[in-house]
């Protein structure tokens, strides 16, 4: 099993900044991937995949965030980060932590994003 844990939501103005972590604990050998999902305000069952990185470092980003946010790992630290700059309203979601490890996913609470003037 593993677990996650996210840290650094908050409330931030348009354009704002905030800054994601995801701390992985428990069987964390063999990590393939650790990602960043959201479901964006007012649609609790859409799950949209925000930025991922794998072990050998390949990222990807959704492209409403290309430009705008950066994902960092430290997988020896079993951590990631998500660096959300020009923040904008529709940013608004509750932001989840995402493990990979041998074809199982897991997943951390969540941590809620507020882009609100």
């Known amino acids: 099993q593993v677990q996650l844990e996210e840290s650094g939501g908050g409330v931030v103005q348009p354009g704002g900044s905030l800054k994601l972590s995801c701390v992985a604990s428990?069987?964390?050998?063999?990590?393939?991937?650790m990602s960043w999902y959201r479901h964006p305000a007012g649609k609790p069952r859409q799950l949209q995949l925000v930025?991922?990185?794998?072990?050998?470092?390949?990222?990807t980003y959704h492209d409403s965030v290309k430009g705008r946010f950066t994902i960092s790992s430290d997988f020896a630290a079993d951590t990631i980060w998500l660096q959300m700059d020009a923040l904008k309203p529709e940013d608004t979601a509750v932001y989840l932590c995402?493990?990979?490890?041998?074809?199982?996913?897991?997943w951390g609470k969540g941590t809620q994003v507020t882009v609100s003037s």
């Open positions: 428990g069987q964390t050998a063999a990590i393939a991937a």
């Open positions: 995402n493990a990979q490890r041998y074809l199982a996913d897991y």
């Open positions: 930025a991922s990185i794998n072990s050998g470092g390949r990222i």
